[in-house]
């Protein structure tokens, strides 16, 4: 059964810092791959999603992606984050045949320093 | 297209009464899914449906949950008797298949349930 792991549960940046939050899955085939991010009291906004094709993803209000098929992971980035990115970023991977549903990470909590 | 909708946005009862979530998927997608949110266990895939037929329920936690899809711009959540370990934010997503669009897999604004 495919899973998803966010190593990191809680992550404080300063802003105009660089980002980086980790995702890593399991699944035996290329799967298809998602970001979302929910503000406090909010729904699941998409930041970006993987098929196929270019490993590197470009999303919403300024994040990335890459895909790395040799480490099954796929992180997200950003080069300088903004007090308004503070919020909770979810990985998800889905089934590309068959049942299409996702599988979600526990999510990271990004909270952003002045 | 308007999204996801789901109503209402924020639900209040008594432990035993029932509970009815409502769901309209963005037209033209053929998939329709019911996810729970809690701090304890995250993101929840309760039940999924295709072209309107329950698909897959195992996520479904008990027999007091049920979910309907009678046309395709519709679909309801019911609770029946709530208790109050079913509060939890729940959420409706709609997509196509392969959810390649750019409104493929979209969720809704969720309701948050609580039960006293």
């Known amino acids: 059964a495919q899973s998803v792991t966010q190593p990191d549960i809680h992550i404080t940046v300063s802003e105009g810092a660089s980002l980086e939050l980790r995702c890593n899955y399991s699944?035996?085939?290329?799967?298809?791959l998602f970001w979302y991010v929910q503000s406090p009291g909010q729904g699941l906004q998409l930041l970006l999603k993987?098929?196929?094709?270019?490993?590197l993803v470009q999303g919403i209000k300024g994040f990335e992606a890459e895909f790395k098929r040799s480490q099954s992971s796929f992180n997200l980035r950003k080069p300088s984050v903004h007090w308004s990115d503070a919020a909770e970023y979810f990985c998800?991977?889905?089934?590309?045949?068959?049942?299409?549903?996702?599988?979600f990470g526990q999510g990271t909590r990004l909270t952003i320093n002045p | 297209d308007a999204g996801v909708i789901q109503s209402p946005r924020h639900e209040v009862t008594e432990m035993g009464q029932e509970v009815t979530l409502r769901c309209k998927p963005i037209?033209?997608?053929?998939?329709l899914f019911w996810y729970r949110q809690t701090m304890m266990r995250g993101l929840e895939l309760l039940i999924y449906?295709?072209?309107?037929?329950?698909?897959?329920d195992s996520g479904m936690p008990e027999d007091r949950f049920s979910a309907k899809m009678p046309n395709a711009s519709f679909s309801t959540l019911k609770i029946q008797p709530s208790e109050p370990r079913d509060s939890a934010v729940y959420f409706c997503?709609?997509?196509?298949?392969?959810?390649?669009?750019?409104?493929?897999?979209?969720f809704g604004s969720g309701t948050r349930l609580t039960v006293v």
């Open positions: 997503a709609s997509s196509t298949y392969p959810p390649e669009g750019a409104q493929g897999y979209t």
């Open positions: 699944y035996g085939a290329t799967p298809y």
């Open positions: 993987y098929f196929s094709g270019d490993t």
């Open positions: 998800a991977v889905g089934i590309v045949q068959g049942a299409q549903k996702l599988v």
């Open positions: 037209s033209g997608h053929d998939y």
């Open positions: 449906f295709n072209n309107n037929v329950p698909i897959d």
